[in-house]
RNA sequence: GUGGGUGUAGCUCAAGUGGUUAGAGUGCCGGGUUGUGGCCCCGGAGGUUGAGGGUUCAAGUCCCUUCACUCACCCCA
């Protein structure tokens, strides 16, 4: 009988990594509560329109990566390919914004999307999500910023590389779409194939194409800061004055461009070397339309989404200090040695401290082996010779001492010497 | 969706141009100590060589198909 391997792109977490997954949640839990922001949890199934709306029809997520399933015939609902959206349909189905206009949520969770899996891409990742609902002030965006950086730090993370750039706003925007393809007229026989199909779909997106005829031709092509109106140009360098207050270094990089419709203004990404062509960890931006787009009233919105992979990857962390080791090992000989240890040994467990036996009725050798291995602090030998004399071996394995001590309060005594540690 | 690379024990890897019974390290189990871990020594279990087909006297090795993994493109966290 063959057995069932997981869904392609899927992964299995281990126990063995687990416990550092849980050490970045417990952090950024622990980070965003300062500043803040409060969790939310939302489904993971979403009405199809939803991220239709919200993150845009002709965006590469929307058209191909999408898992989407028709319900019982009846409508077509899909596994979330992010957060924002969902995060800003709960907020509106629940009118957050009537009890606060200012709304600062996190969620931590798994997303989907279908693309072809390599070193950093899964087609089921996670992803640690902020938003902040409310609020406009450039001051905000650096705020936003310097909480990320502090997280991405605090978790570990030698230098984050924090690149920004403003995108403009629905205004000034068209301004440099129109001056793009104004200059790309004529030019598009010599662009990639690539290249072609984005010019009538997100011309902006050429901007940012690595491929040789492109980037040549793109070199002295009109640059997005340079078409920002006076607003959004204030705004940014509003943004990058707030984040100096702080002493961030950032780049800008004016050829940043976000693959997904809704970012306005402000945008970042935080990227390494060292992760292979999956360099970006974490991404965020401006969405000032997008609370409106999604019909709700006129909200400016800002967030981010750290990749939990691709985090992970880059932190230089042994697993051994993230696995408890047993404060207690206790070898039994004998079926009423057994009875005792095994009464024990849920006490012990009961006052909180990590205990473990062997319950094969191995002999001592093998059961002081597991002990070891488990990296047991104490082992306590409960033999049928001990037992009749009312008295037990407690040895210390790390300094290879034992001493016999009374099988009277026998649980006062252990605690005493795993808790004097 | 497109290209490249790789599939041998739980894990990491060996097996010159095809040639006896596919090996080692590590891990696991046991013994050396009839009741004491680590270091050392000895033994054991564990493989349909990813799967299917073909060439050949003979295939882990060559050919085809397929699957999986992986890296890159695209795109993104």
Redesign the pocket.
Same mark, same amino acid.
């Given at each position: 009988m063959e057995i069932i391997? *997981?869904v392609? $792109?899927f992964k299995d977490i281990l126990p063995e990594e687990t416990g550092r997954w849980q050490f970045i949640e417990a952090k950024a839990r622990d980070v965003f509560a300062s500043f803040g922001f409060r969790e939310i949890r939302i489904p993971i199934l979403e009405k199809t329109d939803l991220f239709k709306r919200g993150i845009g029809e002709t +965006? #590469? !997520?929307v058209e191909k990566?999408m898992y989407t399933f028709l319900d019982r015939g009846e409508e077509y609902l899909t596994l979330r390919p992010?957060a924002t959206a969902s995060v800003i349909r709960a907020y509106l189905e629940h009118n957050l914004y009537a009890a606060d206009p200012v709304a600062k949520l996190y969620t931590i969770g798994p997303m989907f999307?279908r @693309? %072809?899996?390599?070193? =950093?891409?899964?087609r089921q990742?996670h992803?640690i999500d902020v938003e902040l609902l409310g609020l406009d002030n450039p001051r905000i965006d650096a705020e936003i910023i310097l909480m990320l950086i502090h997280f991405l730090k605090s978790v570990g993370l030698p230098e984050p590389g924090l690149e920004i750039n403003s995108l403009g706003c629905f205004s000034c925007r068209p301004s440099f779409r129109k001056a793009m393809t104004d200059f790309l007229k004529g030019k598009e026989d010599q662009l990639c194939g690539?290249c072609q199909r984005?010019l009538h779909t997100n011309p902006l997106?050429v901007f #940012?194409? &690595?491929?040789e005829p492109c980037s040549g031709i793109i070199a002295d092509a009109p640059q997005l800061p340079d078409f920002v109106c006076d607003r959004c140009r204030d705004h940014f360098k509003n943004v990058q004055e707030s984040l100096n207050v702080f002493g961030l270094s950032f780049m800008i990089n004016p050829r940043m461009?976000?693959?997904?419709d809704y970012y306005t203004k402000t945008t970042f @990404?935080v990227t390494t070397d060292f992760l =292979? /062509?999956?360099?970006? !960890?974490? $991404?965020g931006g401006r969405y000032d339309g997008l609370v409106k787009e999604l019909g709700g009233p006129d909200i400016p919105g800002i967030g981010f *989404? !750290? $990749?939990c @992979?691709?985090l992970l990857a880059m932190i230089p962390v042994k697993n051994e200090s993230f696995s408890a080791k047993p404060d207690l090992f206790i070898a039994a000989?004998g079926d009423e040695s057994q009875q005792l240890a095994f009464r024990l040994c849920n006490h012990f467990r009961m006052s909180g401290i990590l205990t473990e036996m062997d319950y094969l009725g &191995?002999?001592?050798?093998?059961q002081? &082996? %597991? /002990? #070891?291995?488990f990296q047991c602090a104490y +082992?306590l !030998?409960l $033999? @049928?010779?001990?037992l009749r004399e009312r008295k037990a071996?407690l040895?210390n394995?790390?300094? =290879?001492t034992?001493e016999t001590i009374g099988l009277d309060g026998i649980e006062e005594t252990i605690l005493k010497f795993v808790r004097a540690r």
């Open positions: 391997t *997981a392609r $792109g +965006t #590469d !997520i990566e992010e999307r @693309e %072809r899996p390599q070193k =950093g891409r899964y990742f992803q690539d984005r997106r #940012d194409c &690595k491929n461009v976000r693959g997904l @990404e =292979g /062509a999956q360099n970006a !960890i974490v $991404g *989404a !750290i $990749g @992979e691709r000989l &191995k002999s001592l050798k093998s002081m &082996k %597991r /002990a #070891d291995k +082992t !030998i $033999g @049928e010779k001990e071996e040895r394995m790390r300094q =290879g034992q």
